[in-house]
């Protein structure tokens, strides 16, 4: 059965997924906007397959009324294929352009049974964007999804992305969410065999009147299944808001489950603030591990003082330490390439936040 | 020549109950090849003095000055401090997640020297300095300070002072928690830094021990924020006979 967005009502904010959200600031994504705009999605040349399908014969389940609104908006679906028993290679690099307008999209990846891949997803631009992702890794896969959201200032996005982790398969996405007024993602992972294993790293970095919302949901309903989350966020400036919402299921089946959340952020400046609530539902006590840490501080002056005691000005010693607490989710990415284009991201972010400013003795 | 002059320091720090003056009136002159112990009982405020050298953050100066050189070592900030040529070694260095030491020590030589170490002869210079300290290759890759032993972060400072080659190092209780095969490797990282000449030394330190490997030419005594008594290496061993009593005693006398 097809839900439809009518049965998402329009949110008011008093309900929990949008407790947080600025209502006023969603252009109507969350009412009845008209989908008029444009968003670009193209990529580059690969040995997997990427190619625009009709959305007929494709399922998926929207988790809210953004997500089905978009879902019954786009007549085409951008698919990625990772073909059967891939033995890895270059990444599939895809990027999504706002080109201005309320706009939506839907991109579908594919691992294939026993393949291995690393799809990079990269959001620039300008508009609102409600954009769907969703994800099927096959048995025995591995699968590494970058999503980068580094949007216009005036950007807006809202997305649904979607994990189904097969049996025995492997699937780690890593979000990174530097740019945008209004970025807030929505993670659901589940799992179609036992054995799956679903690591999600979060890099944020929110600045002045920037309102980054990630939700993560991991339903264990599979036994022997793993799900590790660990997402961390810095926040300078007056109105910079983010939310995180970690909430895993262990259902009464979903015996030998291993799961842990935590969100670290770091508040830079006053006026910031960080939301962070874990949320843990188990329902059978016959788990391998279960656990969650959440905890938000501010710069530690002691650290500042000995790098600044070494002659290192201010604002290069900032950008240490900020770079160092997002290094241990950084190097779980795995991928020496991805971790420096992330680090590179940041750095940048960092600088146009005028927090800090590379030295040129500082390389990754 | 180095000569870094510290005149009538007054310094207080806010607590929970006030205003509260740690130093009170410190007068002390380091010249380049000169070494000086300072020692005191816990709580004399011997650890502040190096730390306001420093220009840590904490400590409000109300009057007397520092200068190195002559030039107002008080109106500098933290970093510039240390461009000026202060270095100081920590009791308790600071863990800083997800930096390496490699990428620290580039980064703060960098600063120090104004511009950025030639590749291969700076990493010949590190290899060098950690071997000389006994420190494993490997230990340039870990983050800085994190999971260190207490001797392994001792060592790690006194690589920072031979790479940084400041003109005065201040050493605030280097010798505390090493056993003695570290205490040698680290006495005689001072020594090797001394040799190079004109280097102002001050060693802070409630034992006398270190002073066996690193002899000083002065020995002051700290005692409720201020230098009670000064002398030669001689006074060191005084101090190791009969402890620091006799200024306690004086000082409850006088109360």
Request: net charge negative.
């Amino acid at each position: 059965m097809t839900i439809t967005h009518t049965e998402f009502a329009v949110p008011t904010g008093r309900e929990e997924p949008w407790r947080f959200t600025p209502l006023a600031r969603l252009r109507g994504l969350e009412g009845d906007s008209e989908f008029t705009g444009q968003v670009g999605i193209d990529w580059d040349p690969t040995d997997c397959r990427v190619e625009r399908v009709s959305c007929d014969g494709v399922r998926y389940e929207p988790v809210d009324r953004v997500s089905s609104r978009a879902w019954a908006d786009v007549s085409e679906v951008v698919q990625v294929t990772i073909p059967r028993e891939r033995a890895g290679g270059p990444s599939v690099n895809l990027r999504v352009k706002g080109l201005g307008g309320v706009a939506s999209g839907h991109i579908r990846i594919v691992a294939e049974p026993f393949s291995s891949a690393t799809v990079v997803l990269t959001h620039t631009g300008a508009g609102a964007f409600a954009g769907n992702v969703d994800v099927e890794v096959g048995d025995g896969a591995s699968l590494t999804v970058v999503s980068q959201q580094l949007w216009d200032a005036d950007a807006l996005h809202l997305g649904h992305h979607h994990v189904s982790v097969g049996r025995d398969a492997r699937y780690r996405s890593a979000v990174v969410t530097l740019g945008g007024d209004v970025v807030r993602l929505v993670s659901t992972v589940d799992y179609s065999g036992p054995g799956g294993d679903a690591e999600m790293l979060g890099v944020f970095l929110v600045g002045p009147g920037q309102h980054v919302e990630h939700r993560l949901l991991a339903t264990h309903t599979q036994p022997h299944c793993r799900s590790y989350v660990a997402y961390k966020g810095a926040l300078d400036g007056e109105g910079a808001h983010s939310v995180w919402i970690g909430d895993v299921i262990v259902r009464p089946n979903a015996i030998g489950t291993d799961t842990y959340e935590l969100n670290r952020n770091l508040i830079l400046s006053e006026g910031a603030r960080a939301d962070s609530v874990p949320n843990l539902e188990l329902e059978t006590g016959e788990i391998t591990g279960a656990g969650h840490a959440s905890a938000t501080g501010r710069f530690d002056d002691d650290q500042l003082f000995y790098l600044q005691s070494r002659g290192i000005p201010m604002d290069v010693a900032r950008i240490l330490v900020v770079r160092g607490f997002f290094a241990d989710v950084v190097q779980r990415v795995g991928d020496p390439d991805l971790e420096a284009a992330v680090l590179f991201s940041v750095d940048a972010r960092l600088e146009s936040l005028g927090l800090g400013r590379l030295g040129e003795a500082i390389e990754s | 020549m180095t000569e870094l002059d510290i005149r009538d320091l007054r310094v207080s720090i806010d607590t929970d109950g006030g205003e509260r003056e740690i130093l009170r009136g410190v007068n002390l002159t380091i010249k380049g090849n000169e070494t000086h112990a300072v020692m005191g009982p816990n709580g004399s405020g011997k650890s502040t003095l190096a730390y306001v050298i420093a220009g840590h953050p904490k400590y409000r100066v109300t009057s007397g000055s520092i200068t190195l050189d002559g030039a107002d070592l008080l109106a500098l900030s933290v970093d510039a401090r240390a461009r000026a040529g202060v270095f100081l070694a920590m009791q308790y260095p600071v863990e800083v997640p997800g930096v390496s030491v490699s990428n620290f020590l580039r980064t703060s030589v960098t600063a120090i020297r104004g511009e950025a170490p030639k590749l291969r002869t700076w990493t010949k210079d590190v290899k060098e300095a950690m071997n000389e300290l006994s420190m494993d290759p490997s230990f340039a890759e870990r983050n800085v300070n994190e999971g260190f032993s207490g001797g392994e972060k001792k060592r790690h400072e006194i690589l920072q002072m031979e790479l940084l080659n400041p003109a005065i190092a201040v050493l605030d209780e280097t010798d505390s928690g090493l056993d003695v095969d570290a205490l040698k490797v680290v006495s005689d990282g001072v020594n090797r830094f001394r040799a190079r000449g004109d280097k102002g030394v001050l060693l802070i330190t409630h034992y006398t021990r270190i002073l066996k490997y690193v002899r000083p030419d002065f020995v002051h005594v700290f005692f409720d924020g201020e230098i009670v008594e000064s002398g030669g290496p001689e006074l060191a061993d005084v101090l190791e006979s009969e402890g620091y009593e006799r200024y306690v005693n004086k000082a409850a006398n006088l109360s």
